[in-house]
């Protein structure tokens, strides 16, 4: 039991300094998926057509190829071109556009849910359409896409396990460092998972809530 | 651009015949885990239902834990962290599995929802008219509920398609491992890589403007 105990705590070190660059990761890159989601999701509705076409395909694009394919053309490919990324940089900007296209449709579809008439009421009791977005259309379409923005979140924590593929050290590449030091892989990977169950878990619990109320409402 | 697009012709005859045959990996890949997924997804999904409270509570254990790890996670458990148990995995067996173990947790709370969104009044009418509780699942429920869970069934197909790329960090010999190699040994990364991605966009393009379909016609005759 307690050699047990001792290699949980020799291989938990690493694993757990991998677990703040995870979380490091995971909130830049949400940070930059919800600026970008919002910014193309307000655009979409009154951007000139081209602008509108970019940003459908940009959503395209970003929405139907996986994501360790766009972190590899950042880190790799663009390396290549003669620009260097470094591997947290590439990690971030590759997770951040591939969430923001994800958010451009949640909040479209969060947009596109509140009632024409609430923007026509703000704007004739003599608001700018700009303060009628942000104090009549956006506080509603917070209520709308809490719920599919914490999915999001929650997949985006997990999906930064990929960016071990780049060096970026995170809890899979402090993980995969392990193994060749020490060779306890089945302990290793069991932890890595634990661990980010324990990350995901609070979130996972946070959305519920959300979907809960969400419900209420209706 | 002419200079960057000239390499394509140029190493053709040598990417393809490899690319080819990793796509194919690719699709068995995505194949088998979703139907690995949909299998037990539907089983948990009936789980969640049970009125055997240990039943439920593992079900429901499992989806929790399946939503909250990283697919890679169970790649690199399944792959690596089997051996020193003695059981070693092939590849694309390893792959499979995890991937598909993973995405049952999200198909079982696809059919749950699907399931819950009929009106329960149905399966009573459906029993009063005589039906037993199996005809009435097979030709009331089903039906319906097929039709609701049909656009997030595919969505997970094409979050699946997608997801096969990690599996080329064990090294199943899938497209994303393809190209990866083809890049160290041509030193052209960003080329090899933005045809793998342009490969799994065909693959994944089509499925989603299939389910965009579904969605919209959905919402119709829902109103």
């Known amino acids: 039991m307690e050699a047990f105990l001792q290699k949980i705590y020799t291989l938990g070190g690493p694993l757990l300094l991998g677990a703040v660059t995870t979380v490091e990761i995971t909130v830049l890159s949400f940070i930059a998926a919800v600026v970008i989601g919002l ?50 940089s590439a990690a971030i900007i590759g997770l951040g556009l591939n969430g923001g296209a994800v958010l451009t449709e949640v909040f479209r579809a969060g947009l596109s849910a509140i009632h024409r008439g609430q923007r026509e009421a703000a704007l004739s009791v003599g608001m700018t359409p700009w303060t009628s977005i942000r104090f009549i259309i956006l506080p509603q379409t917070w209520r709308i896409t809490l719920p599919p923005i914490g999915n999001y979140a929650i997949a985006l924590l997990k999906d930064t396990a990929v960016v071990s593929a780049i060096a970026a050290p995170e809890i899979m590449f402090y993980a995969r460092n392990l ?40 | 651009m002419i200079e960057f697009l000239s390499v394509y012709p140029e190493n053709w005859a040598s990417w393809w015949p490899q690319i080819q045959a990793a796509m194919w990996v690719t699709v068995k890949l995505t194949a088998c885990a979703f139907a690995l997924a949909a ?14 409270r ?10 929790e834990v399946a939503r909250g790890v990283p697919a890679l996670a169970v790649l690199f458990l399944l792959y690596y962290g089997l051996v020193p148990t003695g059981l070693v995995l092939d590849a694309f067996v390893a792959g499979f599995i995890g991937l598909g173990l993973s995405a049952a947790g999200y198909i079982a709370e696809v059919f749950r929802a699907g399931i819950e969104a009929i009106h329960k009044g149905q399966r009573e009418a459906a029993l009063s008219v005589g039906m037993t509780p199996m005809t009435s699942f097979r030709y009331i429920i089903l039906p319906q509920a097929l039709r609701i869970i049909l656009a997030p069934l595919l969505n997970m197909l094409i979050i699946l398609l997608k997801d096969t790329s990690i599996c080329s960090l064990i090294s199943t010999p899938e ?24 490969l799994y966009f065909l693959m994944s393009w089509p499925l989603s403007i299939m389910t965009r379909r579904i969605e919209i016609r959905m919402r119709r005759s829902t109103g």
Not at chain 2, 54 to 63: E, K, L, N, S, V
Request: proline share 4%.
């Open chain 2, 175 to 198: 497209l994303m491992l393809r190209a990866k190699d083809l890049a160290m040994m041509s030193f052209l990364p960003m080329h090899l890589f933005l045809l793998a991605a342009v």
């Open chain 1, 39 to 88: 910014l193309f999701a307000l655009l979409k509705l009154g951007a000139p057509r081209p602008f509108v076409w970019l940003i459908n395909i940009y959503v395209e694009v970003f929405r139907n190829t996986p994501v360790l394919a766009q972190v590899f053309i950042i880190y790799f490919g663009l390396a290549y071109s003669g620009i260097k990324v470094a591997s947290l």
């Open chain 2, 39 to 52: 299998v037990v997804g539907m089983l948990l999904a009936v789980g969640k239902l049970s009125k055997t």
């Open chain 1, 179 to 218: 193994v060749t030091s020490t060779f306890e892989t089945t302990y290793i990977y069991i932890l890595a998972a634990l661990l980010y169950f324990a990350l995901s878990f609070p979130l996972a619990r946070l959305v519920d809530h959300f979907e809960k109320r969400q419900r209420a409402w209706q």
């Open chain 2, 54 to 63: 240990a039943i439920r509570a593992f079900c429901t254990g499992y989806i």
